[in-house]
């Protein structure tokens, strides 16, 4: 994985591949800018970083399924309670690896930032996705959890930072749209455990973007590795305290082999090696290539569901979630993709 970037511009050099990155803002969930371009790239190494994105959506679109398979033996708040007994020791490696034992220091302002961001981006977003996924399908939470730059865009636009421009607020409204369509069948069927589950996911996704808002200045200062790792480490004991009574209650010793299994693809394969491995993809191909790609999820999300959960599709499911796609991916893309054709 490329080293974080710190400022504006940094050189890059990694197995075959150079990269002068250029930046504006900040990428939070890998630690690198997102408006970057590499300069100088192998052919090679382009195509290798595709396929590798390729199966990392595969892993994170498995990883809904694999996390429903489990949870009925570890519950949600014991698989809290192994995810965050593990997490923070491999930030800590990572964080070793990384920077040796001179990690980056933390300014007394800085800190209390961290301190919010853990709470909003690991105990209340991760917390809520657990439970979310436990209770509704693992296509509904792919899918849900697919609209998080929509509530980024509207944090941006109530805090005054960003107007939105008309395609944004129409995609904005297309995939609320595309929302409704989608839960229509558990409302209307009066499937009230899987539907409280979406909700609960959405609101999931609303601490997410605003972890992603949040903390884009301390990002620019620290690199997305501290911050990430920082954050894991301060949320960690709060929410093994939380978790306590359900993970001393789990019987650890006497799990299948396949409970161990999912366990460690959906807490080292998924989170941990999925963040650094897409970091990398980042800095290789540029976010703005790769973050389409993650529209990709809910598809593999909702396939392996159906061969592995036997999760039914309906016409309400699958036309519910093409507008919300639609919407979120004009909500996202829509104002460049205008952009261009008054350019052309």
Same mark, same amino acid.
Not at 94 to 100: D, E, I, K, Q
Not at 253 to 270: E, K, P, Q, R, T
Not at 279 to 291: D, E, H, S
Not at 292 to 305: E, H, I, K, T
């Given at each position: ?12 050099? !990694? ?15 890998? @630690? ?8 100088i790239a192998t052919p090679e190494a382009q195509r290798r970083a595709l396929w590798i994105a390729l ?5 994170? @679109?498995?990883?809904?399924t694999v996390q429903k398979l489990i949870f009925p033996v570890l519950t949600p708040p014991g698989f ?31 800190? $209390?930032?961290? +301190? #919010?961001?853990?709470?909003? @981006? ?23 959890? &697919? ?29 609320? @749209? ?8 558990? /409302? ?19 601490f997410f973007s605003y972890y992603t808002v949040a903390a884009k200045e301390v990002i620019m200062r ?34 299948? $082999?396949?409970?161990?299994?999912? /366990? ?7 989170? /941990?090696?999925?963040?650094?491995? $897409?970091? $990398?993809?980042?800095?290789? !191909? ?10 990709? +999820? ?18 309400? #499911? ?12 004009? &909500? ?13």
């Open positions: 994985m490329a080293p974080p970037v710190q400022s504006p511009a940094r050189v890059i050099a !990694r197995s075959r591949a150079t990269f002068i990155l250029r930046s504006r803002g900040a990428c939070l969930s890998c @630690g690198v800018h997102p408006r970057f371009t590499p300069l199966a990392l959506v595969f892993v994170w @679109g498995t990883n809904f809290l309670f192994g995810r965050f007994l593990i997490m923070p020791v491999c930030a800590a490696l990572w964080m070793c690896v990384r920077y040796g034992i001179d990690w980056p220091p933390v300014d007394r302002s800085d800190l $209390w930032l961290l +301190m #919010k961001l853990a709470l909003a @981006g690991h105990v209340l977003h991760v917390g809520l996705v657990t439970y979310g996924i436990h209770l509704s399908t693992a296509f509904s939470s792919a899918l849900i959890l &697919a609209c998080g730059p929509l509530f980024t865009l509207l944090i941006l636009r109530f805090t005054g930072v960003e107007r939105l421009k008309r395609a944004q607020v129409a995609g904005v409204a297309i995939a609320c @749209g595309g929302v409704v369509v989608f839960l229509s069948d558990k /409302f209307l069927g009066e499937a009230w455990r899987a539907g409280s589950g979406d909700l609960i996911l959405l609101v999931a996704a609303s620290m690199g997305g590795v501290p911050v990430m790792a920082y954050t894991t480490l301060l949320a960690s004991p709060l929410l093994v305290g939380l978790s306590w009574q359900a993970g001393m209650g789990v019987d650890w010793a006497a799990l299948d $082999w396949s409970i161990w299994a999912g /366990f460690f693809w959906a807490v080292l394969v998924s989170a /941990f090696l999925g963040w650094i491995v $897409w970091g $990398w993809v980042n800095a290789i !191909r540029g976010v703005a290539r790769t973050a389409p790609l993650m529209y990709l +999820m809910p598809v593999v999300a909702g396939a392996v569901s159906v061969l592995v959960m036997g999760e039914i599709m309906t016409i309400n #499911k699958i036309v519910g979630a093409a507008i919300t796609l639609l919407g979120v991916a004009l &909500a996202q893309y829509g104002p460049q993709l205008l952009a261009r054709r008054r350019t052309a």
